[in-house]
């Protein structure tokens, strides 16, 4: 029997980044998912890698911080390793400011951006935002140099296979090896929920679309409470709902109409494009809504990565990382507000 290190079930986001941080790191890793690699919401097509709002800082936004500015180098190594392309880039990402308090506020913002982000990034009210963009009531925008963009279901091959030419295995059934990483998404949430005997976490559905417009090195924007963002292979991804309540977790309907159509209202230049795919998925979130890291309460040599509600992308960098250094090397990283044993009973 080839001997594994640690196991990783889970073949999406947060479990293929602790693979690939195992694996570069010389463990043997396998990857067990019996739905394949981005079967869940992980292998959907928006890829917005957006900061949280540089103000009211916590831990969730420092962590998401540090990961954000790994992402460059990251995905790098991955693709330099896989010889595949991510989709990743930094442009940056425009919002439109729809009135007086909407502009004093980001005003305000752009002060705390320098003092939290310092020289990594800028966030700008400015009212030259570039060619695509959205309507704004007051002619300003604000624009951050922070947000990328990744390619989902690309972005999952390149990580296969950068763990596969690590030595590492991804595969659709196998018995646990080592110490388990169980990155397993909405039913891992369930699973969780059924042992702990309360709400650890639920799923909730988004859908997105895929329109066929060519506007690769544009900026994304966030406008009418959508996210649109330009790919690198000439389409522009549009979404998403958030549903929690759902009778068919992979149908699109009449709530993707409308995220298009305020698509298009708030870029009229999508008008005329086609979209030439619609997509439904069920993301995984915590109780807590920041993601779920740490040991598996009263699982020994069993550990959680979860909950990568939104930022699964944009969070995978680190926390590939330090759930490496838990695994392997018992060195303990994980933000107090990230700890799943935060969300078991104390009974349990």
Known sequence: MTRIDVTIRGAGAFGLACAWSCARRGAKVRVVDPFGVGAGSSGGIVGALAPHVPENWNAKKAFQL??????????????????????????????????????????????????LWQDNA??????????????????????????????????CLALVEAIRAAGGEIVEDAPDQGPVIHATGVAGLEEMSAQAGRMIGVGVKGQAALLQFDARDMPQV?????????????????????????????????????????AIQAVP?????????????????????????????????????????????GMAPKVGEVMADLVLDGRDEVPEDFLAAALWPSSS
């Open 66 to 115: 540090d990961s954000l500015l790994m992402a460059a180098d990251y995905w790098q190594e991955i693709e330099t390793k896989s010889g595949l392309l991510s989709g990743y880039a930094r442009l940056g990402r425009v919002q439109p400011l729809a009135d007086d308090h909407a502009v004093s506020l980001a005003k305000g913002r752009e002060v705390t951006a320098k003092e």
């Open 269 to 313: 230049a999508l008008a005329d494009a086609p979209v030439i795919e619609r997509w439904a998925g069920v993301r995984p979130r915590s109780r807590s809504r920041a993601p779920m890291l740490g040991a598996w309460p009263g699982r020994g040599g069993h550990f959680i990565a979860n909950g990568g509600f939104k930022i699964g992308f």
């Open 122 to 155: 800028t966030w700008a009210v400015t009212d030259t935002p570039g060619t695509f963009a959205p309507d704004s009531p007051t002619g300003l925008f604000i624009f951050d140099t922070l947000t990328a963009r990744i390619h989902p279901r690309k972005a």
């Open 222 to 262: 966030f406008a009418n409470t959508v996210h649109i963002v330009p790919h690198a292979d000439g389409t522009v991804a549009i979404g998403s709902t958030s549903e929690r309540e759902y009778d068919d977790p992979s149908s699109t309907d009449a709530a993707l109409d409308d995220v298009i159509a305020a």
